[in-house]
């Protein structure tokens, strides 16, 4: 992990670099994470790319609510050289949840974005094949946001199975 | 008429009734009495029942953890081969039985479903763990229970349940084959006559009964 201080030399040249690409930065429990702006998100992993983070570990989404904006999205980045790990996080609101996809850079976000867009709604414009990939495709809402139902299926006792038999036949 | 059993111990006197049987000699009261003490008499239905119920072949296929201890019974400890249920058939149209063991996805379901539609009749189904009866600690956006897409005979709780109540559950599908065999609510699943043949219909010429021809690798 990058220390502290390394972090904010590492948010400073990519201000430098892209101007308002970082919003923050947040050092927790050595965990280092720069807080990126959307709409700059291939930018500044573009840079962190070349600057030795060319493994993309993981991309996840998280559903902040009641926070605003909503959505975030995870970028787990590592350098193999140095052996360390950064963070990237973008938010995004579920009015608008639109970020740019990082396939081009990373060809193991495919799959991960399909992900998280399949349980958050994400939608990663330039992704060549966004659709759902654990759901059924025609299943409706995102499960895993926060205001999605818990319960599953009704389930079947004898004091109910008249009004249920056949009904998804 | 009421015939009156008379315990035939002497073994010289049984072949000589036997020889006159035979012969034709042996007639009225005699007859009567050795036909009812040598011939079982039955429904053809019962008879039936009687040799499904101690030959049924479950299908090799498992959903998850529960199939472990699905796997055990035919293990030499509780060995159902006992009852003849040993032999597991690796294709759905020549079982008899498939055991749900484990959870249904959403995205599983149409394929089970395709799968029972693909075994013959007589066929009967064991809903095996909580998983799939009730989608037990999984009851969220991904599981179906399994009553919701096909018929269910018997379901055997547990997390998982233990052998020995799947071989519980096995032995009160038999005794529902032998006692029972129609309950008449398959229909209410609409799972009656929907096994599914080759493609086209039921037309077996023999030109037709070659699904994958030689060097065909659409189905590999």
């Given at each position: 992990?990058?220390?502290a201080?390394?972090?904010?030399?590492?948010?400073?040249?990519?201000?430098?670099?892209?101007?308002?690409?970082?919003?923050?930065?947040?050092?927790?429990?050595?965990?280092?994470?720069?807080?990126?702006?959307?709409?700059?998100?291939?930018?500044?992993?573009?840079?962190?790319?070349?600057?030795?983070?060319?493994?993309?570990?993981?991309?996840?989404?998280?559903?902040?609510y009641?926070?605003?904006?909503?959505?975030?999205?995870?970028?787990?980045?590592?350098?193999?050289?140095?052996?360390?790990?950064?963070?990237v996080?973008?938010?995004?609101?579920?009015?608008?949840?639109?970020?740019?996809?990082?396939?081009?850079?990373?060809?193991?976000?495919?799959?991960?974005?399909?992900?998280?867009?399949?349980?958050?709604?994400v939608?990663?414009?330039?992704?060549?094949?966004?659709?759902?990939?654990?759901?059924p495709?025609?299943?409706?809402?995102?499960?895993q946001?926060?205001?999605?139902?818990?319960?599953?299926?009704?389930?079947?006792?004898?004091?109910?199975?008249?009004?249920?038999?056949?009904?998804?036949? | 008429?009421?015939?009156?059993?008379?315990?035939?111990?002497?073994?010289?006197?049984?072949?000589?009734?036997?020889?006159?049987?035979?012969?034709?000699?042996?007639?009225?009261?005699?007859?009567?009495?050795?036909?009812?003490?040598?011939?079982?008499?039955?429904?053809?239905?019962?008879?039936?029942?009687?040799?499904?119920?101690?030959?049924?072949?479950?299908?090799?296929?498992?959903?998850?953890?529960?199939?472990?201890?699905?796997?055990?019974?035919?293990?030499?400890r509780?060995?159902?081969?006992?009852?003849?249920?040993?032999?597991?058939?690796?294709s759905?149209?020549?079982?008899?039985?498939?055991?749900?063991?484990?959870?249904?996805s959403?995205?599983?379901?149409p394929?089970?479903?395709?799968i029972?539609?693909?075994?013959?009749?007589?066929?009967?189904?064991?809903?095996?763990?909580?998983?799939?009866?009730?989608?037990?600690?999984?009851n969220?956006?991904?599981?179906?229970?399994?009553?919701k897409?096909?018929?269910?005979?018997?379901?055997?709780?547990?997390?998982?349940?233990?052998?020995e109540?799947?071989?519980?559950?096995?032995?009160?599908?038999?005794?529902?084959?032998?006692?029972?065999?129609?309950?008449?609510?398959?229909?209410?699943?609409?799972?009656?006559?929907?096994?599914?043949?080759?493609?086209?219909?039921?037309?077996?010429?023999?030109?037709?009964?070659?699904?994958?021809?030689?060097?065909?690798?659409?189905?590999?």
């Amino acid at each position: 992990m990058p220390d502290a201080t390394e972090l904010e030399l590492t948010a400073q040249e990519l201000r430098d670099a892209h101007s308002d690409s970082i919003l923050d930065t947040e050092f927790h429990r050595g965990r280092a994470t720069l807080i990126a702006d959307p709409l700059q998100i291939k930018a500044v992993l573009e840079y962190l790319q070349s600057k030795g983070y060319k493994f993309l570990a993981s991309v996840h989404g998280v559903d902040y609510y009641p926070h605003e904006p909503r959505l975030g999205v995870l970028y787990e980045l590592m350098d193999r050289e140095r052996v360390e790990r950064i963070s990237v996080k973008a938010r995004v609101s579920t009015d608008h949840p639109h970020i740019d996809s990082v396939v081009e850079l990373f060809p193991s976000a495919d799959f991960q974005e399909r992900e998280a867009y399949d349980m958050f709604g994400v939608v990663f414009d330039g992704h060549p094949d966004l659709r759902r990939i654990l759901m059924p495709e025609d299943y409706d809402g995102f499960p895993q946001r926060r205001d999605f139902p818990v319960g599953g299926e009704p389930v079947l006792f004898t004091y109910n199975e008249e009004q249920n038999y056949g009904k998804y036949v | 008429m009421e015939i009156k059993r008379e315990p035939i111990s002497n073994l010289r006197v049984r072949q000589y009734q036997a020889r006159d049987l035979l012969r034709g000699d042996m007639d009225d009261e005699e007859l009567e009495r050795y036909v009812e003490e040598r011939v079982l008499t039955t429904t053809v239905d019962r008879a039936v029942g009687w040799a499904q119920g101690n030959s049924i072949y479950p299908l090799t296929f498992g959903l998850a953890c529960c199939a472990i201890e699905m796997m055990s019974i035919v293990g030499a400890r509780l060995d159902i081969a006992r009852f003849g249920f040993e032999a597991f058939r690796a294709s759905p149209r020549q079982a008899d039985l498939i055991i749900l063991s484990g959870r249904v996805s959403i995205k599983m379901a149409p394929v089970i479903r395709r799968i029972w539609d693909q075994m013959l009749e007589p066929k009967w189904a064991i809903s095996m763990g909580a998983c799939c009866s009730s989608m037990g600690v999984f009851n969220n956006y991904a599981l179906v229970p399994s009553d919701k897409f096909m018929p269910i005979e018997v379901h055997v709780p547990g997390c998982p349940p233990r052998p020995e109540a799947l071989m519980h559950g096995i032995l009160k599908l038999r005794d529902k084959i032998q006692g029972h065999p129609v309950e008449g609510w398959r229909e209410r699943y609409a799972a009656v006559g929907t096994e599914e043949l080759l493609p086209g219909g039921a037309d077996l010429t023999s030109a037709n009964v070659d699904v994958f021809k030689p060097g065909d690798t659409a189905g590999a």
